[in-house]
């Protein structure tokens, strides 16, 4: 068995909350829902301080809680071409396409097209398929880390933990956004900061106006980029779950995606840093919507 993640409660933690509630948040990279948790405990694949934990243990301060790898093989390979745009023995990173998820219950995940694309680690430590660290949602492209040894994982998933690793995205947003700025506000009772900045704007026919804007998340909510921009009034090209109905511009999916990370490699421990072009979707509306705009006006 290998170690696939580890979380150690804060020695100040004082909450009443049991493991099931708890557990969660820290694991959600490779157990992305409440279902999966409890069947991940069920089988044994959570441990708190080296025993087999169950749902109604109470947490207490400075237990060290583990998720555990029980699978013997890799799951079935989906077979899609995945760009890889980093790999060496320890981890890899790709260009993760929209409209697939990295990781659940259906075969049409990252995770599956994973296992036929990146190399075994040939480290002691080798996990028997390399596994995402994080995860960006389903419409959402760009740069996707991946782990290949136990050792990797567990690091590169406390640097998320610790916010150590820089985020970039870049977005298409509905509006004229005046001025660089930061958006604060609390997702589902947490905090979560956003800075955006202004690289592009162009006049739209549809909607008046359109952003281009880059991004740097500094804590990682769920959908927090997506939230934050509709908060303010600028909801992204696509986004049909927070956009404004009838502004909606759906043809080409979500217009946002991670195109660069920056950490610490884990092994070298030199800096790191990978960078992907802006989506040519993204440049391609921008120019269309300006030409459009400058035929009929």
């Not at 093989?73 to 989906?78: D, E, G, V, W, Y």
């Not at 406390?158 to 604060?184: C, H, L, P, Q, T």
Request: aromatic fraction near 8%; hydrophobic fraction near 40%; charge should be positive.
């Amino acid at each position: 068995m290998i170690n696939l993640l580890e979380h150690i409660v804060p020695s100040d933690f004082s909450d009443k909350i049991r493991l099931y509630d708890y557990i969660g948040q820290y694991f959600k990279s490779h157990i992305p829902s409440r279902k999966g948790l409890k069947k991940a405990i069920s089988r044994g694949a959570i441990l708190i301080d080296d025993q087999k934990a169950s749902s109604g243990d109470w947490i207490k301060a400075n237990q060290v809680i583990t998720l555990l790898d029980l699978e013997l093989n890799p799951p079935k390979a989906f077979p899609m071409k995945l760009e890889v745009v980093f790999e060496d023995d320890y981890l890899a990173i790709i260009n993760k396409p929209a409209g697939i998820s990295v990781s659940g219950n259906q075969y049409r995940t990252i995770q599956n097209a994973l296992v036929d694309q990146i190399k075994l680690s040939t480290q002691i430590d080798a996990l028997k398929w390399a596994r995402p660290v994080h995860r960006l949602d389903n419409p959402t492209s760009g740069l996707l880390l991946i782990a290949k040894t136990a050792t990797t994982l567990i690091a590169l998933g406390n640097m998320f933990k610790d916010k150590s690793i820089e985020k970039r995205y870049e977005a298409i947003v509905i509006g004229s956004v005046a001025e660089n700025g930061i958006v604060s506000a609390e997702i589902e009772g947490k905090s979560a900061v956003t800075h955006y900045e202004v690289m592009l704007e162009v006049k739209s026919l549809k909607n008046d106006t359109l952003t281009h804007l880059g991004l740097s998340p500094k804590t990682g909510r769920t959908h927090q980029i997506r939230i934050h921009l509709s908060g303010i009034g600028h909801a992204i090209m696509g986004d049909q779950q927070y956009g404004i109905e009838g502004q909606v511009y759906t043809e080409k999916g979500l217009f946002l995606a991670a195109v660069g990370l920056s950490f610490v490699h884990p092994n070298t421990c030199a800096p790191f840093e990978v960078k992907i072009p802006t989506p040519h979707k993204f440049t391609s509306l921008m120019e269309r919507e300006q030409r459009r705009w400058n035929k009929y006006n």
